[in-house]
C-alpha cells in the first residue's frame, strides 16, 4: 500500500534515444494497420473531406501570402468560415517546405498531410509514455506504444490518408500532463512546461480544455494538502503567455475579440487569464492567509473565478450544442459520422470498452488509497475526466480518442502495478501482464469481427463512386455551381475548379440547409424554386451512395434524392456523361 497513490519517480524523463524508438513503433503500427488503405493514397486519395479541406485551406493560403481561416469554392461563390486553428497548418507547410522544390508544393503538401497520422501516432506514443512514466518509474512505458494505434478510437482518425489533428490534440495533452504530474512532485521548470503545453493543445484544438483543465484541477486539489502556490503560479503565467500569444499571431477571421468555441479565440485567452489569475490567488494564500483558512478561501475563490469566466462565455458550457441553432443541429449533424451517437454493440465495445476497463482500474487505485485522500482525490478526478471522454464519445464519437488514449496511457501503470503485486509469482505476473496488454484490443474488434462474420457477403460488381476518377467529367462545370452531397465538396474543392453549394461547416449552415433543401424538395416538372436558390448550374451525383446518405432519409419519394437513387430523371435536367459511378447533370436553361 506504501505505492498505491505515490510518484514512483518524480523527475521520471524520457531519453531522446527511448521517445524516437516509442514513436518509431507506434509510427510503424499505424503503417502496417493501414495497409489496405495505402494503395489508394498513393494514387492521391485521402479518407475524410476535412483532410481535402484542410490542403484546400493551406493551397489558398499560398496564393493569398499567408495561411487563412477561409476557404473559396464553397457556400456558392461565398468565402466559407473555416475555423480550425492554423497551427496544424503550420506543421504541414513545415513538413512539406523541404520537399517543395523536388515534387512541387501541391504534391508536398499532400505528402506532408498523409505524413501527419503516423507522426501524430508517434507523438501520441511519446505523450501517453511521459505521462505515464512518473507513476511507473519509467517502466513498461512501451506499452502505449503497441497499444493506442491498434485501438478504433485512435486508429478511427489515425488510418494513413487521413490530414487533421484528431490525435496530434490528444498527444499535446499528454504531454502537458506528464508535465503536470512532474510540476507537483516539486519540479518548478515542469510547472512553466505544463502551462505551455496545455496551452498548446487548446490552441490545437479546444476539445481538450476541459482535459487540461482536470489535471491543472487536480494539482489544485493537492494544493489543499501541501504549499504548491509557488508552483501553480508558474502553470497559470505560462498557460495564460501561451494562450494570448497564439491569439496574438492566429486570430479567428472576425479579429482577436471575436468569440469562438470551437478554435482558438478570445473565450480561451480569458481562461488563461483566469485560471492564471486563480493560481496567484493560491499563491498569494499560501503566503499570507491563516492555515484554518487557507483551503475555504481558495476553493471559494477559485470557484468564483471560473463561475465569472463561463457566466461570460456560456455557449462553452453546451459544448457543440453551441455552435449552431437547435432547430439546424439535429439534421447538420446527422449529415456527419463523426457527430453520430456511439449506439451499436460493435461501437460501443470498440469505443467505450477499452474506457470501461481503464476506469475500473482507476476505481481500484482510489479504493487502494481511500485512507490517503490527497492521492485518492487525484484517482478520484482521473475517474471524472475518464467518465466524461466516455459519455462524451457515446454522444458524438467525434471525442473516441479521448477514452482510446485514457486507455492506452494507463497501461504501464496497471502493468507496473500487476509486477509489483504479484512479484512472488513471476508466472502469474507474466500471465496478467500478457492479458491486460491483449484484453483492450481483443474487447474493441472481437464484437465487430462476430457480427460482419453474420453478415452476407456484398456483391464485388457494385457500382463505386470515384471523385478521382470524375474530375476530367466535371471540366465543363469549371468556375460554375455544382449541386452535389454536401461531404463531397471538400474533394470537389480540391480537384477541380467548379464551385459547391454547401459543406458541412457550422459557419456555412445556411449554404448547407440550401443543399439539403435543394435535394429533399419534391422534383416536378421544372426545376424547384429550392434549387434555383442555390444558384447551381450543374447536378453532380453518384447512385451508390445514394441509399445510405442522410440526404435522402425520410424525404417524399418525389424529391431529387431519391428520384436519381432510383435511376430516374427529371425534365429539367439534361445528363452530360457519367465516369467514376458519377453522373454530371445540366440544369436546362429553359427551365429557369
Request: with cysteine.
Amino acid at each position: 500500500m506504501k505505492a498505491a497513490g505515490r510518484l514512483q519517480d518524480r523527475r521520471a524523463t524520457l531519453s531522446a534515444a527511448t521517445c524516437t524508438a516509442l514513436a518509431l513503433v507506434a509510427a510503424a503500427i499505424t503503417i502496417l494497420a493501414s495497409a489496405r488503405t495505402i494503395p489508394a493514397v498513393l494514387h492521391g486519395t485521402l479518407f475524410d473531406p476535412d483532410s481535402y479541406m484542410r490542403l484546400v485551406r493551406i493551397r489558398q493560403g499560398f496564393a493569398a501570402g499567408h495561411l487563412v481561416n477561409i476557404v473559396l469554392g464553397d457556400d456558392s461563390g461565398h468565402p466559407l468560415v473555416v475555423e480550425w486553428s492554423r497551427l496544424f497548418d503550420a506543421v504541414i507547410v513545415a513538413l512539406a517546405a523541404p520537399l517543395a522544390p523536388f515534387i512541387g508544393w501541391t504534391r508536398a503538401l499532400f505528402a506532408a498531410g498523409v505524413a501527419t497520422g503516423p507522426l501524430s501516432a508517434g507523438l501520441l506514443a511519446v505523450g501517453l509514455a511521459f505521462a505515464a512514466s512518473p507513476l511507473t518509474g519509467g517502466r513498461w512505458i512501451w506499452a502505449p506504444a503497441i497499444i493506442a494505434p491498434l485501438l478504433p478510437g485512435i486508429r478511427s482518425f489515425n488510418v494513413v490518408g487521413i490530414v487533421h489533428y484528431h490525435i496530434a490534440q490528444v498527444a499535446l495533452t499528454a504531454i502537458a500532463i506528464g508535465c503536470t504530474l512532474r510540476a507537483g512532485a516539486g519540479d518548478r521548470r515542469m510547472a512553466w512546461a505544463a502551462g505551455l503545453w496545455g496551452g498548446l493543445a487548446i490552441w490545437m484544438m479546444p476539445e481538450t480544455m476541459p482535459f487540461v483543465v482536470l489535471g491543472f484541477g487536480a494539482l489544485g486539489y493537492l494544493w489543499l494538502f501541501r504549499r504548491l502556490g509557488f508552483i501553480l503560479v508558474r502553470i497559470g503565467a505560462g498557460f495564460a503567455a501561451t494562450l494570448w500569444f497564439a491569439l496574438w499571431i492566429d486570430p479567428p477571421h472576425g479579429g482577436m475579440l471575436t468569440p469562438e468555441i470551437d478554435r482558438l479565440s478570445i473565450v480561451y485567452a480569458m481562461l488563461g487569464l483566469a485560471i492564471a489569475t486563480s493560481c496567484a490567488g493560491l499563491a498569494w494564500l499560501d503566503r499570507y492567509a491563516p492555515e484554518t483558512r487557507r483551503a475555504s478561501l481558495g476553493l471559494i475563490g477559485a470557484t468564483c473565478v471560473f463561475a465569472v469566466w463561463l457566466a461570460a462565455y456560456p455557449e462553452v458550457a453546451l459544448g457543440p450544442y453551441g455552435l449552431i441553432p437547435a432547430k439546424a443541429m439535429h439534421i447538420f449533424f446527422g449529415s456527419i459520422n463523426e457527430d453520430q451517437p456511439t449506439d451499436t454493440l460493435a461501437l460501443a465495445a470498440s469505443r467505450l470498452g477499452p474506457a470501461l476497463l481503464g476506469l475500473g482500474y482507476i476505481l481500484h487505485r482510489f479504493w487502494r488509497c481511500r485512507h490517503l485522500p490527497a492521492f485518492a482525490g487525484i484517482w478520484l478526478i482521473a475517474a471524472v475526466g475518464l467518465t466524461l471522454a466516455a459519455g462524451l464519445t457515446a454522444r458524438m464519437m467525434i471525442f473516441q480518442q479521448y477514452p482510446a488514449a485514457f486507455a492506452a496511457g494507463l497501461a504501464p501503470v496497471a502493468l507496473h502495478d500487476i509486477s509489483a503485486r504479484f512479484a512472488s509469482t513471476p508466472r502469474r505476473a507474466a500471465t496478467l501482464r500478457l492479458g491486460l496488454v491483449w484484453l483492450p484490443v481483443v474487447l474493441a474488434y472481437v464484437p465487430a469481427l462476430a457480427l460482419a462474420a453474420g453478415r452476407s457477403a456484398t456483391p464485388g460488381n457494385q457500382e463505386r463512386c470515384s471523385l478521382r476518377a470524375a474530375s476530367a467529367l466535371l471540366a465543363p462545370a469549371t468556375g460554375r455551381i455544382v449541386l452535389t452531397d454536401p461531404s463531397l465538396v471538400p474533394e470537389l474543392l480540391y480537384r477541380t475548379r467548379v464551385i459547391g453549394v454547401g459543406s458541412l461547416y457550422h459557419h456555412g449552415l445556411r449554404a448547407f440547409m440550401r443543399d439539403w433543401k435543394a435535394w429533399r424538395t419534391p422534383a416536378g416538372v421544372a426545376e424547384p424554386a429550392a434549387v434555383r436558390a442555390t444558384g447551381a448550374a450543374f447536378v453532380l451525383f453518384c447512385r451508390a451512395d445514394g441509399a445510405h446518405s442522410a440526404l435522402g432519409h425520410g424525404a417524399a419519394d418525389d424529391a431529387l434524392w431519391p428520384l436519381l437513387t432510383s435511376g430516374q430523371t427529371p425534365s429539367w435536367l439534361q445528363p452530360l456523361g457519367h465516369a467514376g459511378g458519377y453522373r454530371l447533370y445540366r440544369i436546362r436553361i429553359s427551365a429557369r
